[in-house]
């Protein structure tokens, strides 16, 4: 029996070779990914029973994709199969001062169509301890938001934790509400916010004096951003921020902070160079807080835990974190070598 859950869409993603720019040759790598499957996947592989919720065509595609989600022990029994088609996003990988790029096509995908009442929550929830969702569904449609809410409310009501990832994705704001209109009724019902400083300022309509460009950024303005998320929304119990301070697109900072209402956790720093793959990161940090939370000694092992697990998401092609526990918690000693290990 799933002890968490995550719901949200579920994408074909397809990638030029190497750093090509997209159709510089008529090759795509193809892999599957998304935001809450990434988080149900990397959960997995640390072990936690986790089950994914989606809506995928009855399909080729779609079969495709619930076996690839299933190989690595996610439970895939309340996968919807609906609608006519699997959503795409392509994605170039940034070099030097050119950044990574996303296109999508996913209008009229399958979970675009879904609608409250579509998935049977009770029994969803049924032994349920923990549920995560992100800011990406409900920007998908008036119906995904309607069903994301549906879905948190019965969280509340049955004693679930709920935890949002706030990720803002401006190309998908478009069915007729704003993204702090929608998302700031969904984060009433969360108990961890999770995000980055863009994240905070365009979901939640919460602004911060930072600025991201300049590669290097100033703690103490998260911890005044921390403090207004925690004073505008008084049911969280926490909110996590990561900090990027991208030197160029292979040469990127990472770090994150945590604050409750009582402390204020400021993660070890660790420079990555020559990144691989930097999709899928903050999803890595996501899943690695919740493990943190559900099964580490303190709020701050826990942070550190998910930006070392993320860190080494950087180093992995693909969304999927294949990372394990013990490789965190290795990195997280202090081992930054890569020496071979026999």
């Known amino acids: 029996m799933a002890k968490i859950v995550t719901f949200g869409e579920i994408m074909l993603r397809l990638s030029p070779p190497d750093h090509e ?10 892999t599957f990914g998304g935001a809450e499957a990434n988080v149900a996947v990397s959960l997995a592989n640390l ?31 309340h996968i919807r199969r609906s609608g006519e ?7 170039e990988k940034g070099a030097c001062m050119r950044p990574s790029k996303v296109v999508y096509d996913r209008a009229h995908s399958s979970i675009a169509d879904v609608k409250p009442g579509d998935f049977d929550w009770d029994a969803i929830f049924d032994g349920v301890e923990w549920f995560h969702v992100t800011g990406i569904t409900p920007a998908i449609a008036k119906g995904t938001a309607e069903v994301t809410i549906e879905a948190v409310k019965k969280c509340k009501e049955k004693g679930i934790t709920v935890s949002c990832d706030l990720n803002f994705r401006k190309k998908l704001w478009k069915w007729g509400k704003s993204a702090p209109e929608v998302m700031g009724e969904i984060v009433q019902y969360a108990d ?12 939640l309509g919460i602004q911060a004096d930072i600025d991201v460009t300049k590669g290097e950024l100033d703690v103490e303005q998260y911890k005044k951003l921390t403090d207004k998320v925690l004073k505008a929304f008084p049911n969280l119990e ?45 999803d890595s940090f996501a899943a690695g807080l919740i493990y943190g939370l559900r099964n580490l000694s303190s709020p701050k092992e826990a942070l550190e835990f998910a930006v070392a697990f993320s860190a080494l998401k950087h180093t992995i092609p693909g969304d999927f974190n294949y990372a394990s526990k013990e490789d965190a918690f290795t990195l997280m000693k202090g081992d930054v070598s890569g020496r071979v290990q026999r």
């Open 21 to 30: 720019v997209i159709l510089q040759s008529p090759v795509f790598e193809a």
């Open 47 to 77: 072990g936690e029973d986790v089950s994914y919720v989606t809506a995928v065509p009855a399909n080729v595609l779609g079969d495709a994709m619930v076996r690839e989600v299933r190989k690595f022990g996610v439970c895939t029994r």
């Open 85 to 91: 088609r699997l959503g795409i996003y392509f994605t």
């Open 192 to 203: 961890l916010a999770i995000g980055n400083e863009e994240d905070c300022q365009h979901s």
């Open 238 to 282: 926490r909110i996590a921020i990561t900090l990027r301070e991208s030197h160029s697109a292979d040469d990127n900072d990472w770090s994150a902070v945590l604050a409750d209402r009582e402390n204020f956790y400021v993660s070890r720093k660790y420079p990555i160079r020559d990144i691989v793959d930097r999709v899928g990161g903050g």
